[in-house]
């Protein structure tokens, strides 16, 4: 990826070679950064369903003592 970023017509020795260098880098970053969301997203989401699991569980915990007495 880093290598695509210095390519230039006289490293790839051909001009569209290094349009197409471009385009790709171009595309693999936004690729990138769209994972990069999207696993956000997903460590949100599990982390808020932990919470809830937690929550559910102190509920019945609260709710069994309650009945034991």
């Known amino acids: 990826m880093h ?10 020795g051909h ?3 290094d349009g197409a260098c471009e385009t790709f880098a171009d ?3 936004y690729g990138l950064k769209q994972l990069n969301e999207s696993l956000n997203a997903i460590g949100e ?3 808020a369903t932990a919470r809830s699991g937690r929550q559910a569980d102190e ?7 309650g009945q034991a007495a």
Not at 3 to 12: D, K, Q, Y
Not at 59 to 65: G, K
């Open 45 to 47: 989401g599990m982390t």
């Open 3 to 12: 290598a695509l970023e210095r390519s230039a017509p006289n490293v790839t």
């Open 27 to 29: 595309s693999w970053k």
């Open 59 to 65: 509920a019945v915990r609260i709710a069994m003592a």
């Open 15 to 17: 001009l569209q070679l």
